[in-house]
């Protein structure tokens, strides 16, 4: 039988996790920083309490490992929302099918003129993110607008909900090539609180569908949880440990890292684990130090300043030119209120000139599918 990323995890029970972050001491911090190549150990113990006192210690060393494997260069991406009806009841979220608010679901036509109107702007990367609600945003909808968008695109992604391999198959044929995947937490009970009704309630098949994305021949995967929802250190090692076993399963995968915090949304939630900055400081230079080869995502969740900040400590993957909410470029805009409020609000122009600014490369094109692919 195929192992699988839950065989993995399993073996990493939360009370392992706990005991080793809670007897980790600054020798072992101090040893995992000397190492070329980390073991899950060592990462733990970067994201323990004896780490906070060393996060300049911990931020050279991050700094010098982005410049040894990412020179200077920064990929910018869009995202662009093209149904927000949702059949989910996740707590967190702004799409929660129990928000009374304005829905709106964008046929193949207009969400072609929306992502030309991005392509215009000068973006090459764009993600295509649907709510969960597969009578209207099916695998064939997402495929037929792929289809369409593909040759205005070096790169096109999803940020949908979980497909079978064969529905990956298809979104590969149709043009898609990376896809994201956030598990949210990674504690199966919270997590089940968490989604009381809706597919997505089905915790096992989240997890091992970037799995399944891979065995379709996705050429790119990202994966991440929502900080805040579980302790740090839980979420945070178990999303390390998630991108650590795909690149080490599919070698020849892109493999990244998002590292979001939960932002205000539509509706109600009490976040009951609230990451403070310096937490993402040592989170992000964790993983810099863990997965040195990794993409380190960071979204328009946080403020220009921070993202600023986190660049030369990982972070090699930025948006740009961000709405959460469905339409509104070129098509009718239904006032929907978005998945949740954005924090940096820069164009594409704008981001350019501060990374150029700060000294980094903006980087718009890294993929190209061969010539004549999709002409």
């Not at 937490?185 to 919270?190: D, G, K, S, V």
């Not at 992000?284 to 400590?313: K, N, Q, W, Y």
């Amino acid at each position: 039988m195929m192992e699988t990323f839950q065989d993995i995890l399993q073996a990493w029970p939360a009370q392992r996790r706990t005991d080793a972050v809670q007897t980790a001491t600054e020798e072992h911090v101090f040893s995992a920083l000397q190492k070329n190549i980390l073991q899950p150990e060592d990462f733990l113990a970067l994201l323990s309490p004896a780490a906070s006192p060393h996060l300049e210690l911990m931020a050279r060393r991050a700094h010098e490992l982005t410049l040894r494997f990412f020179g200077r260069a920064v990929h910018i991406f869009t995202p662009l929302y093209i149904s927000d009806v949702c059949t989910n009841q996740c707590r967190y979220c702004g799409f929660n099918a129990k928000n009374k608010q304005a829905r709106r679901h964008l046929s193949v036509d207009e969400a072609a003129a929306e992502a030309k109107a991005v392509a215009d702007l000068g973006f090459q990367h764009i993600l295509l993110l649907t709510g969960d609600a597969r009578h209207l945003s099916s695998p064939e909808y997402i495929a037929a607008v792929a289809r369409r968008i593909k040759p205005w695109f070096a790169s096109v992604g999803i940020e949908v909900y979980s497909l079978t391999t064969e529905e990956y198959a298809m979104l590969v044929d149709a043009g898609v090539d990376s896809m994201t995947m956030f598990q949210e937490t990674y504690a199966p009970e919270l997590y089940g609180w968490l989604h009381p009704a809706g597919p997505k309630r089905d915790y096992a098949f989240r997890l091992n569908a970037p799995q399944r994305a891979a065995q379709a021949g996705m050429r790119s995967m990202g994966v991440g949880a929502l900080l805040g929802l579980d302790s740090f250190e839980q979420d945070a090692f178990a999303t390390g440990l998630h991108a650590w076993w795909l690149q080490r399963r599919y070698p020849g995968m892109d493999v990244s890292v998002s590292i979001p915090r939960i932002c205000p949304h539509e509706g109600s939630f009490d976040v009951p684990h609230a990451l403070d900055d310096r937490h993402l400081v040592q989170y992000v230079t964790a993983l810099r130090c863990f997965l040195p080869r990794a993409g380190i995502t960071c979204s328009s969740r946080e403020s220009a300043f921070m993202r600023d900040h986190l660049l030369p400590l990982g972070v090699t993957r930025v948006s740009a030119g961000v709405s959460t909410a469905v339409g509104g470029r070129v098509t009718e805009d239904a006032h929907n209120p978005g998945q949740f409020e954005i924090t940096d609000g820069r164009s594409l122009e704008q981001m350019v000139s501060a990374l150029a600014g700060m000294g980094y490369q903006p980087v718009l094109k890294d993929w190209e599918d061969p010539v004549g692919a999709w002409a």
